[in-house]
């Protein structure tokens, strides 16, 4: 059991740019979620995947953010036109069907300049 | 609208001695809570978890008691070692199992002294 992977692990960018991370699951997991954590506060869901199928998306996904997974596999969460408050670790996290916890990764930590 | 809080933001234990950290919900229709622990630079670990239908979970050195009336739970630790020192965060999921998403605590931050 690998643990999930995310890459990269830090990404430091200018205000308006565009940023990709990606997520790898545990391998056996049909369900992914992506979660942001700022400063202090605890994770917050911002949407998840059940196989290739995106099931649920929250409003602080605004339309700036999309993600994907093409495969059923890794995942790809895109900010488009990067702002000052999108700096925060981005988690993600993958589960088996049933009474499983979610498993987490170690996150992308955005840094906007 | 903080549907999970830990209103205490740290909390500092001697090794040996119990820690206990809180956490309360508003929204009923949790069923499922989890807590975690989170060191630095690391994502969130599993640490126990307990289903509506119980008010009570052990497991080693943690305990976690739920107390639906009071829409409360807590983690108890025993005996509390430096390596426990971490950000406990608490978390709630509404289904009835842990699929969905969770919602999370701000978390409380332990501290164990040697």
């Known amino acids: 059991d690998t643990g999930v992977s995310q890459d990269p692990r830090h990404k430091i960018t200018k205000r308006g740019q565009n940023v990709t991370f990606r997520c790898d699951p545990i391998s056996e997991h049909n369900r992914l979620y992506w979660y942001r954590q700022t400063l202090g506060q605890g994770p917050e869901f911002l949407t998840y995947?059940?196989?290739?199928?995106?099931?649920?998306k929250s409003r602080l996904l605004s339309d700036r953010f999309s993600a994907e997974r093409p495969k059923g596999s890794f995942s790809t969460l895109e900010i488009q036109r990067t702002e000052q408050g999108d700096s925060a670790m981005y988690l993600c996290?993958?589960?088996?069907?049933?009474?499983?916890?979610?498993?987490f990764g170690d996150g992308t930590r955005l840094s906007i300049l | 609208d903080q549907q999970v809080k830990q209103n205490s933001p740290s909390l500092s234990v001697q090794e040996g001695r119990i820690s206990i950290l809180n956490c309360d919900y508003t929204n009923s229709m949790f069923d499922y809570f989890l807590w975690y622990k989170k060191y630095p630079a690391e994502g969130p670990t599993f640490l126990i978890s307990?289903?509506?239908?119980?008010d009570k979970n052990e497991d080693g050195r943690f305990t976690v008691f739920l107390n639906k009336s009071a829409k409360h739970l807590s983690l108890h630790i025993v005996p509390s070692q430096p390596g426990d020192s971490a950000v406990y965060f608490c978390?709630?999921?509404?289904?009835?199992?842990?699929?969905?998403?969770?919602?999370f605590g701000q978390g409380t931050i332990l501290t164990v002294h040697p």
């Open positions: 995947f059940q196989n290739e199928a995106q099931l649920e």
């Open positions: 996290a993958s589960s088996y069907p049933g009474y499983q916890p979610q498993h």
């Open positions: 307990i289903s509506s239908i119980k």
């Open positions: 978390a709630a999921s509404v289904d009835g199992t842990s699929y969905g998403k969770l919602t």
